[in-house]
């Protein structure tokens, strides 16, 4: 695969790397970490590999803040 700070250098860059068809539900679980203290949500989606192919992910996310 690619390393975290080479597949996303900025956190509005997570877009291009989403498949088209799950780019909605992400976007909105990544909101749910943004306005939640403490939440954790825990989700599918699939990222584009280096080779173009795409490959499904699970993502935890922390929002710290």
């Known amino acids: ?7 996303l250098p900025s956190a509005a860059d997570w877009r291009s790397v989403v498949h088209p068809d799950d ?3 992400t976007a909105t679980r ?4 943004q306005s ?8 599918e ?8 192919e795409w490959r499904w992910c699970e993502c ?3 929002n710290l803040l």
């Open 45 to 52: 989606t699939r990222f584009r590999h280096k080779n173009g």
């Open 60 to 62: 935890l996310a922390t």
């Open 30 to 33: 990544m909101e749910q970490v």
């Open 1 to 7: 695969g690619i390393k975290t700070w080479v597949l």
């Open 36 to 43: 939640v203290d403490g939440a954790q949500p825990s989700f």
């Open 23 to 25: 780019a909605a539900f």
